[in-house]
């Protein structure tokens, strides 16, 4: 499948992330073999990334920190030159490399990954106590391979991925292959669909599988062993969810959904492409949790399918994802979403108000408001609108941009074009929830 990624406006890297991301070209398949030792947490690696330069290339700059780089290939032959920076990797191939062609770089490394530091907690590879998490979102990619960590770059990829014998290793995609290797069990998935970096992921545990039946795409749970009740029950819903979510967003935009538990406990899920991770503290069996699991899964039309194209429109993934966990409670029966408007708008007022959502800042792009607002503005939008009006624009919105990225523009756009208005009049609803930072009267 070929990338939909969106054009950028200009060279300059995007500000909420300064020093991740080359726009002067883009990566079109990540080929990744891996061998890890969970037991020393030793990673050797080959990278095989297949990209197209925008501009003339003297040199190719990924993303990539923490590991040791042994040799780089471009089109075969050597690189005739390789430097390694804090976060970055920067390769002069024998020959330029023309505008408009297409390349590989071939990268082999090692190291003992682990989590980069930054404004956002720890990000990227991590230990767990036996076994291993990643998660990347925004900028945490570089910490297990070289990339072009940007959120409008998607890829296809490849991943092989070889651990000791008693670790399951889960991974992006589809299962292809799971064999015996030297070193352990080999296991081999792939992605057919364009892929953000961030959203790359390798989960190594020691999990049972469990299938769920009742949805129209497989869903398969990966567990601790003690966990395998209560985890069945309180993901038991995730069936419904999907039908639910399919029937208001469009059809689910890959072929297969998996959840892995986590033996440790984590402090927030974590969305993946096709893929959630918990932690085992979101397991109680009794459906303690199903807010967020139906957050999670709203992730992979808003956020993992169409996916922004640049980090400071963040409202755009958690905004829509906060706005289907009041979908669900509604079709639940649990609080309206008109009801839940209501409450979440009163919680803002003792918040303070100096927040943008449509700017926040690098520091405050996770912060609840920008989750909340978002939900409020979108509230906003569907009574302005209607129903009728309002899921169609979310569905015209997962259809035209599957796979792509997308402008808060292409949003506003989506909605006017089914509710026959002129898109300023959708920004009106909007604006007091995302433009300014005051707390409008009604959402």
């Not at 947490?41 to 197209?52: E, I, P, Q, S, W």
């Not at 892995?260 to 406990?265: Q, R």
């Not at 979908?327 to 918040?351: F, I, K, M, N």
Request: glycine share 8%; hydrophobic share 40%.
């Amino acid at each position: 499948m070929e990338p939909k990624n969106a054009v950028a406006t200009n060279a300059d890297p995007d500000p909420y992330t300064p020093h991740s991301g080359d726009r002067r070209w883009s990566a079109r398949h990540y080929d990744l073999r891996l061998e890890y030792r969970v037991a020393t947490n030793r990673l050797d690696g080959t990278a095989t990334v297949t990209g197209r330069a925008a501009t003339a290339l003297d040199r190719i700059v990924l993303d990539l920190h923490g590991l040791t780089v042994d040799r780089v290939d471009v089109d075969g032959r050597r690189a005739k030159k390789t430097s390694t920076a804090t976060h970055k990797l920067t390769v002069t191939p024998a020959e330029p490399v023309p505008a408009g062609a297409d390349f590989t770089v071939h990268v082999r490394y090692r190291g003992t990954p682990h989590p980069l530091r930054s404004p956002w907690g720890q990000i990227g590879w991590e230990e767990l106590t036996d076994g291993v998490i990643v998660a990347a979102q925004p900028t945490g990619a570089p910490s297990w391979f070289p990339c072009n960590d940007r959120p409008d770059d998607k890829a296809t990829y490849r991943f092989e991925i070889t651990a000791e014998a008693a670790y399951d290793v889960l991974a992006n995609g589809e299962l292809l292959g799971r064999d015996r290797a030297r070193a352990g069990t080999t296991w081999t998935y792939a992605t057919t669909e364009p892929m953000a970096t961030y959203l790359a992921t390798v989960q190594i545990g020691r999990y049972r599988t469990t299938r769920l039946r009742g949805a129209d795409v497989p869903v398969t749970l990966h567990h601790p062993a003690d966990l395998a009740g209560a985890a069945k029950t309180d993901f038991g819903r995730v069936p419904d969810m999907l039908a639910l979510y399919a029937d208001r967003f469009g059809p689910y935009p890959f072929p297969a959904y998996g959840v892995v538990v986590t033996d440790d406990d984590l402090e927030i899920p974590l969305e993946a492409h096709g893929l959630a991770v918990f932690g085992r503290n979101h397991v109680d069996g009794e459906h303690g949790t199903d807010r967020l699991i139906a957050h999670e899964l709203a992730h992979q039309w808003f956020g993992n399918s169409v996916t922004v194209a640049r980090w400071r429109d963040i409202w755009l993934h958690e905004g829509f994802a906060c706005y289907a966990e009041w979908l669900w409670s509604e079709h639940r029966g649990g609080p309206t979403a008109d009801e839940l408007a209501v409450r979440y708008r009163d919680g803002l007022l003792a918040q303070p108000q100096d927040l943008v959502v449509a700017d926040p800042g690098p520091e405050d792009m996770f912060d609840d408001r920008v989750y909340k607002r978002g939900a409020l503005a979108l509230h906003a939008v569907r009574r302005s609108v209607g129903d009728d009006a309002f899921f169609a624009g979310l569905r015209t919105i997962t259809e035209r941009h599957r796979h792509g990225s997308v402008l808060p523009d292409d949003v506003l756009g989506a909605f006017a074009e089914r509710a026959g208005v002129p898109v300023d009049a959708v920004r009106a609803v909007t604006a007091p929830w995302i433009e300014e930072p005051g707390v409008p009267d009604a959402a």
